[in-house]
Protein backbone atom coordinates (compact mmCIF):
# COMPACT_ATOMS: atom_id res chain seq x y z
CA UNK A 1 0.00 0.00 0.00
CA UNK A 2 1.63 3.42 -1.09
CA UNK A 3 -1.41 5.26 -0.02
CA UNK A 4 -0.87 9.15 -0.72
CA UNK A 5 1.99 8.79 -3.25
CA UNK A 6 1.45 10.69 -6.67
CA UNK A 7 2.64 8.94 -9.72
CA UNK A 8 3.25 10.64 -12.77
CA UNK A 9 2.41 8.91 -15.83
CA UNK A 10 5.70 8.12 -18.46
CA UNK A 11 7.35 5.80 -20.43
CA UNK A 12 10.28 3.79 -17.88
CA UNK A 13 13.39 2.66 -19.81
CA UNK A 14 15.97 -0.08 -18.14
CA UNK A 15 19.24 -1.65 -18.59
CA UNK A 16 20.39 -4.32 -16.78
CA UNK A 17 24.14 -4.12 -17.09
CA UNK A 18 24.49 -7.41 -17.18
CA UNK A 19 22.43 -7.32 -20.56
CA UNK A 20 24.07 -8.57 -24.08
CA UNK A 21 22.01 -5.57 -25.71
CA UNK A 22 24.27 -1.89 -24.95
CA UNK A 23 21.37 0.03 -25.72
CA UNK A 24 18.71 1.05 -23.12
CA UNK A 25 15.99 -0.84 -23.63
CA UNK A 26 11.94 0.88 -22.92
CA UNK A 27 9.96 -1.62 -20.74
CA UNK A 28 6.70 -1.07 -19.69
CA UNK A 29 5.14 1.56 -17.50
CA UNK A 30 6.34 0.84 -14.10
CA UNK A 31 6.03 2.93 -10.76
CA UNK A 32 9.12 3.97 -9.18
CA UNK A 33 8.86 4.41 -5.09
CA UNK A 34 10.56 7.53 -3.53
CA UNK A 35 11.27 7.35 -0.32
CA UNK A 36 13.21 9.30 2.46
CA UNK A 37 15.80 7.95 4.68
CA UNK A 38 13.34 6.37 6.72
CA UNK A 39 12.03 4.40 4.55
CA UNK A 40 8.71 6.48 4.21
CA UNK A 41 7.64 6.69 0.57
CA UNK A 42 7.19 10.18 -0.71
CA UNK A 43 6.29 9.62 -4.03
CA UNK A 44 6.61 7.71 -7.66
CA UNK A 45 7.94 7.89 -10.92
CA UNK A 46 7.86 6.52 -13.67
CA UNK A 47 9.79 8.77 -16.82
CA UNK A 48 12.82 7.21 -15.71
CA UNK A 49 15.63 6.64 -17.19
CA UNK A 50 18.11 3.51 -15.03
CA UNK A 51 21.15 1.71 -15.36
CA UNK A 52 21.19 -0.51 -12.88
CA UNK A 53 23.55 -3.40 -11.62
CA UNK A 54 23.63 -6.05 -9.10
CA UNK A 55 25.58 -9.63 -9.05
CA UNK A 56 29.53 -9.75 -8.11
CA UNK A 57 30.88 -7.46 -10.38
CA UNK A 58 28.88 -4.41 -9.85
CA UNK A 59 26.18 -3.20 -7.74
CA UNK A 60 25.61 0.00 -8.44
CA UNK A 61 23.08 2.43 -10.50
CA UNK A 62 22.79 5.44 -12.31
CA UNK A 63 18.93 7.02 -12.44
CA UNK A 64 17.70 9.88 -13.86
CA UNK A 65 13.90 11.19 -13.81
CA UNK A 66 12.45 13.39 -16.40
CA UNK A 67 10.04 15.39 -13.66
CA UNK A 68 11.07 14.28 -9.95
CA UNK A 69 8.74 15.79 -8.04
CA UNK A 70 9.51 15.44 -4.72
CA UNK A 71 13.27 15.39 -5.66
CA UNK A 72 15.18 12.70 -4.45
CA UNK A 73 18.26 13.46 -2.26
CA UNK A 74 21.32 11.86 -0.78
CA UNK A 75 20.37 9.29 1.53
CA UNK A 76 17.14 8.24 -0.19
CA UNK A 77 15.73 4.54 -0.99
CA UNK A 78 14.00 3.75 -4.29
CA UNK A 79 12.55 0.89 -5.60
CA UNK A 80 9.85 -0.79 -7.84
CA UNK A 81 7.29 -3.03 -6.07
CA UNK A 82 7.69 -6.78 -6.34
CA UNK A 83 10.99 -7.00 -8.17
CA UNK A 84 14.68 -6.72 -6.66
CA UNK A 85 15.15 -3.17 -8.23
CA UNK A 86 15.87 -0.62 -6.00
CA UNK A 87 18.88 0.80 -3.75
CA UNK A 88 19.68 3.99 -1.59
CA UNK A 89 20.88 7.04 -3.22
CA UNK A 90 24.57 8.06 -2.49
CA UNK A 91 25.22 10.69 -4.63
CA UNK A 92 23.79 13.41 -7.51
CA UNK A 93 25.78 14.70 -10.60
CA UNK A 94 24.41 17.08 -13.02
CA UNK A 95 25.38 17.89 -16.17
CA UNK A 96 24.37 21.09 -18.52
CA UNK A 97 24.27 20.71 -22.39
CA UNK A 98 22.82 23.12 -24.88
CA UNK A 99 21.98 25.25 -21.35
CA UNK A 100 19.96 22.40 -19.94
CA UNK A 101 20.63 21.08 -16.61
CA UNK A 102 20.16 17.23 -15.92
CA UNK A 103 20.39 15.22 -13.25
CA UNK A 104 21.61 12.21 -12.39
CA UNK A 105 21.31 10.10 -9.02
CA UNK A 106 24.20 7.10 -8.19
CA UNK A 107 23.39 4.47 -5.64
CA UNK A 108 23.92 0.95 -4.21
CA UNK A 109 21.69 -1.65 -4.96
CA UNK A 110 20.74 -3.64 -2.14
CA UNK A 111 23.58 -6.12 -2.76
CA UNK A 112 25.86 -3.17 -3.31
CA UNK A 113 24.42 -2.11 0.37
CA UNK A 114 25.23 -6.04 1.81
CA UNK A 115 28.69 -5.78 -0.20
CA UNK A 116 29.32 -2.23 1.39
CA UNK A 117 29.41 -3.76 4.91
CA UNK A 118 32.00 -6.28 6.70
CA UNK A 119 31.40 -9.45 8.87
CA UNK A 120 34.29 -9.95 11.46
CA UNK A 121 34.56 -11.89 14.24
CA UNK A 122 33.76 -10.70 17.85
CA UNK A 123 36.80 -9.12 19.36
CA UNK A 124 39.64 -10.90 21.16
CA UNK A 125 38.47 -13.70 18.31
CA UNK A 126 39.55 -15.41 15.23
CA UNK A 127 36.26 -16.26 13.34
CA UNK A 128 32.78 -15.36 13.70
CA UNK A 129 30.60 -18.82 14.17
CA UNK A 130 27.20 -19.10 13.69
CA UNK A 131 24.84 -21.74 14.42
CA UNK A 132 20.77 -21.99 14.22
CA UNK A 133 18.27 -21.96 11.72
CA UNK A 134 18.82 -19.94 8.65
CA UNK A 135 16.89 -17.07 8.63
CA UNK A 136 17.76 -16.66 12.61
CA UNK A 137 21.22 -16.66 11.33
CA UNK A 138 20.89 -14.34 8.69
CA UNK A 139 18.63 -12.10 10.47
CA UNK A 140 21.75 -11.74 13.68
CA UNK A 141 23.86 -10.85 10.63
CA UNK A 142 22.11 -8.37 8.95
CA UNK A 143 21.94 -6.47 12.55
CA UNK A 144 25.37 -7.28 12.85
CA UNK A 145 26.35 -4.97 10.28
CA UNK A 146 23.14 -2.78 11.26
CA UNK A 147 21.09 -2.80 8.04
CA UNK A 148 18.28 -4.29 10.25
CA UNK A 149 16.05 -1.12 10.14
CA UNK A 150 16.52 -1.46 6.32
CA UNK A 151 16.29 -5.11 5.27
CA UNK A 152 13.69 -7.37 6.55
CA UNK A 153 14.69 -11.19 6.65
CA UNK A 154 11.35 -12.73 5.48
CA UNK A 155 11.90 -16.35 5.27
CA UNK A 156 10.08 -19.76 7.00
CA UNK A 157 13.52 -22.26 5.64
CA UNK A 158 13.99 -24.78 8.10
CA UNK A 159 17.64 -25.19 6.91
CA UNK A 160 19.84 -25.10 9.88
CA UNK A 161 23.96 -24.46 10.41
CA UNK A 162 26.00 -25.92 12.90
CA UNK A 163 29.51 -23.98 14.04
CA UNK A 164 29.56 -22.53 10.61
CA UNK A 165 32.55 -20.42 10.52
CA UNK A 166 33.37 -17.35 8.50
CA UNK A 167 36.35 -17.76 7.03
CA UNK A 168 38.86 -17.45 4.09
CA UNK A 169 38.60 -14.79 4.29
CA UNK A 170 38.07 -14.04 7.84
CA UNK A 171 36.87 -10.50 7.28
CA UNK A 172 34.00 -10.80 4.30
CA UNK A 173 31.59 -8.57 2.47
CA UNK A 174 28.31 -9.31 3.93
CA UNK A 175 27.18 -10.12 0.11
CA UNK A 176 29.87 -12.59 0.22
CA UNK A 177 29.46 -13.92 3.23
CA UNK A 178 25.52 -14.73 3.27
CA UNK A 179 25.98 -15.81 -0.40
CA UNK A 180 28.98 -18.29 0.99
CA UNK A 181 26.67 -19.40 4.38
CA UNK A 182 23.11 -19.95 1.94
CA UNK A 183 25.12 -22.06 -0.49
CA UNK A 184 26.53 -24.37 2.04
CA UNK A 185 22.61 -25.53 2.54
CA UNK A 186 21.68 -25.59 -0.93
CA UNK A 187 19.84 -21.70 -0.76
CA UNK A 188 20.05 -18.53 -2.05
CA UNK A 189 19.46 -14.78 -1.12
CA UNK A 190 16.02 -13.54 -2.89
CA UNK A 191 15.67 -9.42 -2.63
CA UNK A 192 11.85 -8.29 -3.44
CA UNK A 193 10.68 -4.91 -2.29
CA UNK A 194 6.74 -4.99 -0.80
CA UNK A 195 4.12 -3.04 1.06
CA UNK A 196 7.43 -0.43 1.46
CA UNK A 197 9.44 -2.90 3.52
CA UNK A 198 12.32 -4.45 1.50
CA UNK A 199 12.99 -8.12 2.54
CA UNK A 200 15.49 -10.87 2.33
CA UNK A 201 14.06 -14.15 1.36
CA UNK A 202 15.85 -17.29 1.05
CA UNK A 203 15.12 -19.54 -1.54
CA UNK A 204 16.60 -23.22 -2.53
CA UNK A 205 18.65 -23.21 -5.62
CA UNK A 206 17.31 -24.86 -8.29
CA UNK A 207 19.12 -26.76 -11.18
CA UNK A 208 17.56 -26.22 -14.92
CA UNK A 209 19.02 -28.68 -17.18
CA UNK A 210 23.00 -27.76 -16.72
CA UNK A 211 22.54 -24.56 -15.50
CA UNK A 212 21.95 -23.39 -11.90
CA UNK A 213 19.71 -21.03 -10.52
CA UNK A 214 22.28 -18.44 -8.34
CA UNK A 215 21.51 -15.19 -6.88
CA UNK A 216 24.75 -13.59 -9.17
Known amino acids: DTGGIQSFGGL??????SDPLPAVRR????????ADAKL????????????WASGT??????????DPTPAPVRGWWWWIDDTEI?????????TVTSGASE??????TWTGLLASKIIRPDSGQDYLTVSGR???????????IGLDSVLTVDSDDQSTVTNWVFKDPRYV?????????????GRRLDINARNNRILLGITPVETIGNTVDSDL
Open 12 to 17: SQLRHR
Open 27 to 34: CAVVDIIL
Open 40 to 51: TPRGSVSDVTLD
Open 57 to 66: DENDFEMTIA
Open 86 to 94: GGRIDDMRT
Open 103 to 108: VTWLGR
Open 134 to 144: LPNVVKSLVRR
Open 173 to 185: DAYTGLRNLLASC
